[in-house]
């Protein structure tokens, strides 16, 4: 693989940001969310079902919280479309998120559009919008996300 | 209002831009709709709960159909907030839908993010991604838009 990080297309790079974003959804880890996104206050959250969240400030508390809750996440995004237009890109994919809660397991699919801006030769995300999609009914979206 | 035109800031242009998608979705005339999108495949469009629909045709039939329903819409959008970026633009606002149906009236809240490009110096729709937001419950949300 030498030389590959020299090679990568842009859009490996941004397919490369939309990973590490739902990475950080899994691992849980709050610095490793704090890698994905821009940390300013013109970010903008929108978690399903709920009004949009603007500022990484408030941001970055909505992924503490939902970090610290008793349940653990694993999401895997797929069928990614990724488009690019100058340091702007934008993705949309689907997710499919298990949720292991102390009451047992569940699951949830969500489509989610994802912008990036190219910051330094590093894209970053400034915006999040998820939504449900009925794989599982509004109502069976687990709590710790909803 | 002599020269407005002329001095207008790109700002006022994409949330001029958004405004003609909005008044399309309330006029429900296809015409309307298709001079807001930029008529290509990589388009997309998420409708409240519901996968992504990829590409204008697929698109535009989405909107036929909504528009060919019993029920009229009216659709107020607010709270706008503008990111420019380059020949890019996205815009995240609040959506207060009114529904009128044989039935009688509805209401319904969403959560928008709109993309556009700026293409031969107009400034086109190449994503809309909305979801339910609950000032009504997902089971409430209008049948013509679900």
Not at 68 to 73: K, V
Not at 116 to 125: A, T, V
Request: glycine content about 6%.
């Amino acid at each position: 693989m030498k030389g590959e990080m020299a090679t990568m297309t842009d859009e490996q790079r941004v397919r490369e940001a939309n990973e590490r974003f739902y990475m950080a959804m899994t691992t849980a880890e709050i610095e490793d969310m704090d890698a994905v996104w821009v940390e300013d206050a013109k970010s903008i959250c929108i978690h399903p079902s709920r009004d949009a969240l603007i500022g990484y400030d408030a941001i970055r508390e909505s992924w503490v919280s939902i970090f610290s809750g008793e349940s653990s996440m694993s999401i895997a995004a797929g069928n990614e479309r990724i488009t690019i237009s100058g340091d702007s890109a934008w993705v949309v994919c689907n997710e499919t998120i298990s949720v292991a809660t102390p009451d047992g397991l569940g699951a949830a699919a969500a489509q989610a559009t994802n912008i990036f801006r190219r910051i330094g030769g590093e894209w970053k995300m400034v915006l999040h919008h998820a939504s449900a999609v009925p794989f599982t009914s509004q109502d069976d979206w687990p709590d710790v996300i909803n």
